[in-house]
């Protein structure tokens, strides 16, 4: 891990002086941690694994050495990430930095018009942004070639670099260069991921200004125990505590969007966000969340990495995510660029190992809400006891994966075993051949 250094200007950085002026008439004056730290090791060319809390500007902090090492080398960059609404987001922040260098970008993404993809393709872009199962279609038409990547950017790497990812992911890394700089990004690390990323990588430097699951301080935490019938009626009353934008979260795409429909039905104006949405109708969810066209947002995990709108009051897992390291992402939707959110979860009694399994990855115990609104009583102090290290919980017996003993997780004493990871759903693209993860 690279010693922590503190820069409270980006021309301490190694960007070039035209970079900086850029920078300083869009209103970048101080870096992040995370910029602070990763810039000056990627623009010196070095392979870089950056850990970073989400919403701390990680999209600048391998952009701009992009940008720059494009410049000064004529070579091509490649970012690969996770769903379509990332990459549109990624596509946008580049696009505001690069437009006056004359950058140009091409986004290949699922539910998009191909022919808007290939008239991109034919100017020659600078750099790639692409969901991999689109991706990989483009490789097998021969509408693409990637011989001249120089730079390749993994986006919430631990997504990518998973088992419903691999596969993909590997048929790309034939086609790229095996000369060339690699950098990866996310909130959350798994010891299992970081293994899998060194195969990918050449001596990579360690960036990390948080733990990996760290959530942000100022987002504060809570759990409401329920029975299952009682969320709806849980929901009303949540919403009527707290009035600003609300991002909830469902499991399922179809609970997602019956939930939304609830919320209508209630006087609430509601979008939702799923696979089963194209990708116009998801597009105008999120604008229209963020102009406050609709104060609730419902959403599947499609929406908890990478999507930037900043005020967002409230993040309600309404059903747990699959994963712990999903619930990181989920809440890290609020308490953006600095400012203050909350967080609530409501969990049934089966799934108090469930939310001791988050508890293990974020380092710290989430307080249960005592207040009228939660009818469940409290946590007995039976409840409140962790199981031994090696016992597995109903995360471990959906995974066999999570099944490691501490010593191989990296996690301290005290927070049991090690975080699990598990396959993602597979879905099926319009312009895809292939069983595609990119939602």
């Known amino acids: 891990m690279t010693p922590i250094t503190i820069h409270t200007s980006f021309s301490g950085l190694g960007l070039a002086p035209r970079l900086l002026e850029i920078l300083q008439k869009k209103g970048f004056t101080i870096p992040t941690p995370i910029q602070s730290q990763a810039i000056p090791v990627a623009i010196s060319g ?44 990624v596509n946008e922040a580049l696009d505001n930095i690069g437009r006056s260098f004359g950058l140009k970008t091409a986004v290949l993404i699922g539910g998009e018009s191909i022919n808007r993809q290939l008239m991109a393709l034919r100017r020659q ?55 060339r ?35 942000v301080n100022k987002i504060t935490q809570e759990i409401i125990f329920v029975e299952k019938h009682q969320k709806p009626e849980q929901l009303m009353k949540i919403l009527a505590e707290y009035k600003g934008s609300t991002l909830i979260f469902t499991r399922t795409k179809f609970g997602a969007k019956k939930l939304a429909q609830i919320i209508r039905n209630a006087g609430h104006s509601s979008s939702e966000i799923h696979s089963n949405r194209s990708l116009n109708q998801r597009i105008e969810a999120l604008q229209g969340f963020k102009m406050g066209k609709y104060r609730v947002l419902v959403a599947t995990d499609i929406a908890a990495r990478g999507i930037d709108v900043t005020g967002i009051e409230l993040v309600l897992n309404y059903d747990l995510p699959e994963n712990p390291e999903d619930y990181v992402h989920r809440i890290g939707r609020t308490g953006r660029a600095g400012l203050e959110g909350h967080a609530i979860s409501l969990a049934t009694s089966d799934q108090r190992r469930d939310v001791m399994d988050i508890e293990r990855l974020i380092k710290k115990q989430l307080p249960v809400s005592k207040v009228a609104y939660s009818p469940a009583p409290p946590r007995s102090a039976a409840d409140n006891a962790r199981p031994p290290f090696g016992q597995r919980s109903s995360f471990a017996r959906r995974n066999p994966f999570a099944s490691r003993p501490p010593s191989e997780s990296g996690q301290h004493r005290g927070f049991g075993h090690s975080r699990p990871f598990s396959p ?13 993860q990119s939602y």
């Open 46 to 89: 070095k392979d870089v694994m950056g850990i970073a809390q989400t919403g701390t500007g990680k999209t600048l902090a391998f952009g701009l050495p992009m940008i720059q090492s494009i410049a000064a080398t004529k070579k091509m960059g490649l970012i690969v990430l996770p769903t379509r609404e990332l990459a549109l987001q």
């Open 125 to 179: 872009p600078h750099i790639i942004i692409a969901t991999p199962g689109r991706l990989i279609d483009h490789l097998e038409q021969r509408t693409v070639r990637l011989d001249k990547v120089g730079i390749l950017v993994l986006d919430e790497a631990d997504r990518m670099l998973d088992m419903g990812f691999a596969p993909q992911l590997k048929q790309i890394m034939k086609t790229v260069p095996a000369v």
């Open 181 to 215: 700089q690699t950098m990866l990004f996310s909130a959350t690390m798994p010891s299992e991921i970081i293994n899998i990323a060194n195969s990918y990588m050449k001596l990579p430097i360690r960036v990390e200004v948080a733990p990996s699951g760290t959530t």
């Open 424 to 436: 993602n759903p597979q879905g099926r693209g319009k312009f895809s051949r292939h069983r595609s």
